[in-house]
T-cell receptor
Framework: GAGVSQSPRYKVAKRGQDVALRCDPISGHVSLFWYQQALGQGPEFLTYFQNEAQLDKSGLPSDRFFAERPEGSVSTLKIQRTQQEDSAVYLC??????????????FGPGTRLTVT | DAKTTQPNSMESNEEEPVHLPCNHSTISGTDYIHWYRQLPSQGPEYVIHGLTSNVNNRMASLAIAEDRKSSTLILHRATLRDAAVYYCILKGGAGGTSYGKLTFGQGTILTVHP
């Protein structure tokens, strides 16, 4: 069956440009997470959606980062005025049931963002 | 979130068993122990999880110490495809407010030699 997909897989942006990263979660999954993974590090939580509601955005590093999931399925992570420190792999994950420790998260392949 | 400690790296030979340790001395009674792995250039994938009892699935086994302060992920016969970064993560019970987000550490880089 279809897993979590992300697009684009690779994005090169010049410093100061805006970027939009897309995530298509597994159909029917209520929970959607965004993570940021710097080179050589483990993923770090950015934000969480339960259906269309953004319930936790405590991990967003600055107000240049914005995420939405307007219809409770596809999500977009937008970064305005990109900086070099934004260079990382951005991972999206979805899960069937919110807040249940038994349910695994399914990750997409990630979008590698390089800011030059 | 309670913290986990793993060795930075481990090595194994193909077709030999691998034991990946994880210490979590501050684990709470409602924390589940989850393992994920990340193959090169891919997103993490779920491996196994447990609460108190040892667990087996098609990918691996999880051995949990009686006091729950440590656990070991066991790959019974390592293959080249098992070369990855393995993350041990504590995930709180359903009553928490973390919404199930995963807190990754540095993980253990597993190298498998042919």
């Amino acid at each position: 069956g279809a897993g979590v997909s992300q697009s684009p897989r690779y994005k090169v942006a010049k410093r100061g440009q805006d970027v939009a990263l897309r995530c298509d979660p597994i159909s029917g999954h209520v929970s959607l997470f965004w993570y940021q993974q710097a080179l050589g590090q483990g993923p770090e939580f950015l934000t969480y959606f339960q259906n269309e509601a953004q319930l936790d955005k405590s991990g967003l590093p600055s107000d240049r980062f914005f995420a939405e999931r307007p219809e409770g399925s596809v999500s977009t992570l937008k970064i305005q005025r990109t900086q070099q420190e934004d260079s990382a792999v951005y991972l999206c994950a979805s899960s069937l049931v919110p807040r249940d420790p038994l349910y695994e998260q399914y990750f997409g392949p990630g979008t590698r963002l390089t800011v030059t | 979130d309670a913290k986990t400690t793993q060795p930075n790296s481990m090595e194994s030979n193909e077709e030999e068993p691998v034991h990946l340790p994880c210490n979590h001395s501050t684990i709470s009674g409602t924390d589940y122990i989850h393992w994920y792995r990340q193959l090169p250039s891919q997103g993490p994938e779920y491996v196994i999880h447990g609460l108190t009892s040892n667990v087996n699935n098609r990918m691996a086994s999880l051995a949990i110490a009686e006091d729950r302060k440590s656990s070991t992920l066991i790959l019974h016969r390592a293959t080249l495809r098992d070369a990855a970064v393995y993350y041990c993560i504590l995930k709180g019970g359903a009553g928490g407010t973390s919404y199930g987000k995963l807190t990754f550490g540095q993980g253990t880089i597993l190298t498998v030699h042919p």
